[in-house]
């Protein structure tokens, strides 16, 4: 990739419903982590890119001259928030590559940060979505998860009942997610629990229950970006092998809804550029915010053809001991998906992995990793592919 960028430092709080810590608190605590592993003093940053949501969660917008009120040390480093739906985290990883690469910038700090859990659940669900399109999709019960409700129900009508795939997704995930200090919700559920409809996993969407919706979730994550790797950080660095953005149509009623083309390209274009295919990659983080995106995901990748994704989380492909590992940090469904944060969140997490400083989380000798993270319906897919230097 020319003008190479490199993951030198990272900081994550907890995800969860965390009722006590304000923004401002969350930034520091990622982002402080983040300079220190570094081995940065705030005043070796050029410039800070935010990414916060928000959308009506917080009264409080302008939210990138939140990190000075954080860190001080940070008051005159020039500041920017970006805003891209559920990819908001990688905008603001797109736009610091993009200052770093200029030349412009030779050390960025990333911040991704949301607190959802301060408005009730169906207010959460009015704020959400406002990410599909408005003119037509306002008024969908549930909220988002009737939006992806509507996309499995298509696809179940296409391709057959794929409860036991959409089980299997979530069942992995949580597995998963026990092993991730940082997860929002670390517990296995099992399939048989995933699988089965009960008064704790209802339906909420169509044929999605509870256990195939990802969670509101609070947190921050934050990454430092340098053009060069640092000779006095504490973890080793991470290099960006390629990276893509494609977008979509918004309505769901100018697409096909059983298919993830934009993602497909996405995975197209950032796979040529990285001169792979999928069997050279370790691992994959993806945006599994519902079970059925993740089963799309597949087949937008290339794991299977269209219709047949369901194979692929069935034959154990994508489980921890499989060929290709999805979500070894148990994805948005088990780590949670506090919206500005997910998609820095999961380039912390494949950090980790291709650093070999996963903890439990690790999987052996992980050299080439990708993050997929997408925006709405899949309307705005962003992927990176990432390696160990």
């Not at 099992?190 to 909420?204: A, H, I, L, M, T």
């Not at 969670?215 to 006095?232: C, F, H």
């Not at 599994?288 to 597949?298: I, K, N, P």
Request: charged share 20%.
């Amino acid at each position: 990739m020319r003008n190479a960028s490199y993951i030198v430092g990272w900081g994550h709080t907890p995800f969860g419903k965390l009722d006590q810590a304000d923004s401002e608190q969350l930034i520091r605590e990622a982002a402080s982590a983040a300079l220190e592993t570094a081995g940065l003093a705030p005043a070796d940053i050029d410039g800070i890119f935010v990414g916060h949501f928000n959308g009506g969660f917080l009264p409080q917008d302008f939210s990138a001259a939140l990190v000075a009120m954080a860190i001080p040390a940070l008051r005159h480093v020039p500041a920017v928030r970006l805003e891209n739906a559920c990819a908001t985290g990688s905008a603001a990883i797109w736009a610091a590559l993009d200052a770093v690469q200029s030349g412009r910038v030779k050390r960025a700090l990333v911040v991704g940060f949301e607190r959802m859990n301060t408005l009730p659940t169906a207010q959460v669900g009015d704020v959400l979505l406002k990410c599909s399109y408005v003119k037509e999709e306002a008024s969908t019960p549930a909220g988002f998860a009737g939006i992806f409700g509507q996309i499995a129900q298509a696809y179940f009508e296409r391709y057959g009942d794929q409860s036991d795939a959409l089980a299997t997704i979530s069942a992995k995930n949580h597995a998963h997610g026990m092993r991730n200090p940082y997860a929002h919700m670390r517990r296995d559920l099992g399939f048989d629990f995933c699988r089965q409809p009960s008064e704790k996993n209802p339906f909420v969407a169509g044929p999605l229950k509870r256990s195939d919706c990802s969670l509101v979730s609070d947190g921050a994550a934050a990454l430092v970006i340098s053009a060069e790797p640092l000779g006095g950080a504490s973890v080793a660095p991470v290099r960006w092998r390629a990276r893509a953005q494609v977008n979509e149509y918004l309505p769901l009623s100018r697409r096909d809804p059983t298919r993830f083309e934009g993602a497909a390209l996405a995975w197209q274009q950032g796979l040529v550029q990285a001169g792979l295919g999928l069997d050279d990659l370790d691992f994959v983080e993806t945006h599994d915010c519902f079970t059925m995106a993740e089963l799309l995901q597949y087949e937008a990748m290339g794991l299977a053809p269209q219709g047949q994704g369901a194979r692929v989380a069935l034959d154990g492909v994508t489980a921890r001991d499989g060929r290709l590992p999805v979500n070894l940090s148990g994805g948005l469904k088990s780590r949670g998906h506090p919206i500005g944060a997910t998609g820095v969140s999961q380039h912390v997490m494949a950090a980790m992995q291709l650093s070999g400083r996963a903890g439990d989380m690790q999987k052996a000798d992980a050299r080439i990793g990708a993050v997929f993270n997408m925006g709405g319906a899949a309307v705005t897919n962003y992927l990176s592919v990432l390696e160990a230097v």
